[in-house]
């Protein structure tokens, strides 16, 4: 990825994709306002997929400023992130976060994804 396009590539498209997140996370990185499951992709980029839910993001017009931070702060990690497929959940509370408050939790939640990838995805040494 280069630049700060968000092409669909890089999105979770259809209901099949967030199946197979939500039934093979093997990463989890939990937040009080943030949960975030992956899952390793055959692809060479990461992808993401957001679930902001009304119930706990109410007005739509915090729904959609929470995806557009989000999705923002994937463009600048997508590099340093590892081959994954993401979904970003949102618990109660995300839409009250003002901007700078809502960029540090995305952006620290980014750092603890990749190090975990890095401490629990290992490749597997080939055996005979």
């Known amino acids: 990825m280069t630049g700060f396009e968000f092409p669909r590539r890089s999105r979770l498209l259809n209901a099949g994709d967030y199946r197979t997140v939500f039934n ?5 990185v939990s937040d009080r306002h943030l949960l975030i499951l992956a899952t390793p992709n055959s692809l060479p980029h990461p992808r993401v997929g957001l679930v902001i839910a009304k119930k706990n993001v109410r007005l739509a017009v915090q729904r959609n400023r929470v995806k557009r931070i989000i999705r923002e702060s994937f ?4 590099e340093v992130l590892p081959n994954l497929d993401i979904v970003v959940m949102a618990r109660r509370g995300l ?3 003002d901007n700078a408050a809502l960029h540090q939790l995305v952006d ?9 990838a890095h401490r629990h995805l290992k490749p597997k040494p080939k055996g005979n």
Do not use: E, I, V
Request: charged share 35%.
């Open 24 to 28: 093979g996370a093997q990463l989890k």
């Open 75 to 78: 463009r600048h990690q997508g």
């Open 95 to 97: 839409g009250d976060l």
């Open 108 to 116: 620290h939640s980014w750092k603890r994804l990749r190090k975990y």
